[in-house]
């Protein structure tokens, strides 16, 4: 085993590790104020093969390292077999690499996963990243004064600091804006709006789960198209969609879904959001039982900022306004609730039309999320 500064790594094998390596993060950062754990059920799905679909599709490591018999880091290397094909890459991806504020320890727990990589071919390492861009990617490098959301990295300032001082170098960058909710829109995007409903196209408004289940499949297909040209997309297979579906649609508000469908009842647009749940999570340390999710719950009602989680336009209906009738209800929903300000979620720094909405709405950039990159070629 690899050791350095009476430091160990240990590969991750067995349910005990798993649960160790699962729940480090709460260990490593609880003092940390601003962190905001995930909901570790939802972990424990990500890493079980039998629920998470995505496994099948690449090599996966894992590592602990422990001093003293304490764990003290972790880390993930993924070789997306099917991605990399695709795109005819031999790249190597880190997820999930968490540490105590040393960087002699982030050093050990990545050179392992470099070593790993070059053993099965790969010439390039990317990371953090997951298996796609539906899970957190990145590292966090600016606006820490602002409480992390759900299904975003959430870590210490360190972490980025360690990476570029061992060589890495900015990917890709994702951005994140902060838009206040306006009492009323400008004139211009209502009469966008009467413009377009003149063409066939029709807002779905809900008031039940019932009633958005049968566009759950529609929707995460207008996903895959629509995103595919993105960096680090795979596409979603049915079974991803339910799974993804069954996650989420419990805790989804009606008020904050909204689609868009043309005369043949295809789905063309959609937005979902969700009142910010981040205080729940913290206060519910990430656990939903026996009483988290409750407290998750509360938050989320006493909440006064909405969280954008997912839209898309059908790349044929893109540049025609059809964004404008999602927005108007949208927000029209959000000022009816009380909700103060929007954080847009993650955006790719190089999607120029979502990034031109959010500074239409006054949006402020506030939060930087990069991946980093370095060759493996020696």
């Not at 160790?20 to 059920?41: A, N, S």
């Not at 991605?83 to 790249?91: A, L, M, R, V």
């Amino acid at each position: 085993m690899p050791t350095t500064m009476n430091t160990q790594l240990v590969e991750v094998t067995g349910k005990r590790l798993l649960r160790t390596y699962i729940y480090l993060p709460k260990t490593l950062y609880h003092e940390y104020v601003d962190w905001v754990p995930p909901i570790f059920q939802d972990e424990f799905v990500f890493h079980d093969p039998a629920k998470n679909e995505a496994l099948g599709h690449a090599d996966v490591v894992r590592y602990l390292a422990f001093r003293n018999d304490r764990p003290v880091g972790r880390v993930m290397g993924i070789i997306h077999r099917t991605y990399n094909e695709k795109h005819q890459e031999k790249t190597v991806r880190f997820n999930q690499l968490d540490c105590v504020e040393d960087p002699a320890v982030f050093q050990l727990l990545l050179s392992r996963i470099e070593s790993w990589g070059r053993s099965k071919g790969c010439d390039r390492i990317i990371g953090p990243y997951g298996f796609s861009d539906k899970d957190p990617q990145g590292y966090q490098v600016e606006g820490y004064e602002f409480r992390s959301l759900i299904a975003a990295p959430s870590h210490p300032p360190y972490l980025p600091g360690f990476l570029s001082d061992l060589g890495y170098q900015k990917e890709v960058d994702c951005v994140s804006y902060l838009f206040p909710v306006p009492e009323k829109l400008p004139q211009v995007y209502y009469q966008i709006a009467e413009r377009l409903g003149k063409r066939t196209l029709r807002l779905k408004e809900f008031t039940s789960k019932r009633q958005i289940r049968p566009y759950i499949i529609p929707v995460f297909r207008l996903v895959n198209e629509a995103y595919a040209p993105l960096f680090g997309f795979v596409p979603m297979s049915d079974t991803e969609i339910v799974k993804f579906a069954n996650q989420y649609l419990p805790i989804l508000d009606t008020d904050f879904v909204k689609i868009v469908v043309n005369e043949h009842d295809e789905v063309v647009a959609f937005v979902v959001a969700m009142p910010n749940m981040s205080r729940g999570l913290q206060r519910a340390k990430g656990e939903l039982f026996p009483f988290g999710f409750l407290k998750i719950l509360y938050s989320m009602r006493k909440a006064n900022q909405l969280d954008l989680l997912l839209g898309a336009v059908k790349p044929s209906y893109r540049g025609k306004g059809v964004a404008v009738l999602l927005a108007i209800s949208l927000l029209a929903a959000a000022y009816r609730r009380g909700m103060k300000k929007i954080d847009s979620h993650l955006i790719l720094e190089t999607n120029a039309l979502m990034r031109a909405e959010c500074e239409n709405l006054d949006g402020q950039l506030h939060k930087r999320y990069r991946v980093f990159q370095k060759s493996l070629v020696t």
